[in-house]
């Protein structure tokens, strides 16, 4: 009786050393493994050397390790996107604003997307900082929110990474808007204050708007903020603008698969 008591005992103290160790502590040794493993899965396929994933995770948390999270801008990543630039894929180049969730459904097979960059994919959905005087140490929790200060380490890294993708955007591009606001463009979208502003006449030759609607139509090409953003255009990069509603768009996906037939 004694010793079955003893040994629960055991296996209780056991089983909360165990969680204690996977639970609590390193978080940290997860983020890094995801990241590497995930650039790993990438790299294979563009044959790239032995140690460059380590070396890209050495490049990144260089950013903000040991850093007050509010204070990183978007130049701390200047040697990470150099160590591993945005490989831009002609007249696939898919940008989007307010869409997300169907920017991605529809580029599956076709299309390139930040996200689907070996850097934003190995980073969309995460959230990461460092920490005034902790040297060496990723957290992932207790970290600024998106709009808790301008220079956290995530923003600043979408705002860099953006600002890089946009400008090697080279032949026909497209960006997806949404239809079913007000403002499809957004003066403070990253799309408008970053993207538009780096695409290269001479890279760019054209840019396709894609008003997604659902339902509810609210604003179509004749908006006023499209206006601006054609406006906004260098001269050389031609702007063309074409109306879709999200239900046609995902059900011609769905028709043609990972072909790259033009749904709108
Ligand atoms: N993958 C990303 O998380 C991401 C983030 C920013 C920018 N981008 C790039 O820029 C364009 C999209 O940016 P956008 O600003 O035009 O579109 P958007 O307004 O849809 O925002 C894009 C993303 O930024 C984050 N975000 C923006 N405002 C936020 C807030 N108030 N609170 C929390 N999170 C917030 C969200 O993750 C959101 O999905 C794309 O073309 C893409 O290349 C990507
Ligand atoms: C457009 O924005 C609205 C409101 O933010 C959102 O509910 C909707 O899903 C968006 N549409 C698309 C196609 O992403
Ligand atoms: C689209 O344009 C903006 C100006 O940039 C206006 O403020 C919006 O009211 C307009 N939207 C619609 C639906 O007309």
Request: aromatic share 8%.
């Amino acid at each position: 009786m004694m010793d079955r008591f003893k040994c629960c005992v055991l296996v209780a103290g056991c089983a909360i050393i165990v969680l204690a160790v996977v639970v609590v502590e390193p978080v940290m040794v997860t983020f890094k493994a995801t990241f590497i493993k995930d650039c790993k899965r990438i790299a294979a396929k563009d044959r790239r050397n032995s140690t460059y994933c380590v070396d890209v995770w050495s490049a990144f948390e260089k950013a903000y390790v040991g850093r007050d999270p509010c204070q990183v801008p978007p130049e701390a990543y200047d040697h990470l996107l150099s160590v591993a630039p945005p490989q831009p894929m002609r007249n696939r180049m898919l940008f989007w604003s307010g869409t997300k969730e169907v920017a991605h459904q529809v580029s599956v097979g076709c299309y390139q997307t930040l996200e689907d960059t070996m850097l934003g994919s190995v980073l969309d959905g995460k959230v990461w900082c460092g920490k005034k005087g902790r040297k060496s140490k990723t957290f992932t929790s207790g970290c600024p929110g998106w709009t808790e200060c301008v220079n956290t380490p995530v923003r600043s890294f979408w705002s860099r990474a953006s600002a890089e993708f946009a400008a090697v955007a080279c032949g026909d591009a497209v960006v997806l808007l949404n239809g079913s606001r007000d403002t499809p463009f957004s003066p403070t979208s990253t799309f408008a204050k970053i993207e538009v502003q780096k695409f290269k006449p001479g890279k760019m030759k054209s840019l396709t708007v894609v008003l997604v609607t659902k339902d509810k139509v609210v604003a179509n090409c004749e908006n006023a903020s499209l206006n601006k953003l054609k406006k906004q255009l260098k001269p050389g990069i031609k702007y063309i603008c074409k109306e879709v509603t999200e239900s046609k768009l995902i059900k011609c996906k769905k028709d043609h698969g990972k072909s790259c037939v033009v749904c709108w």
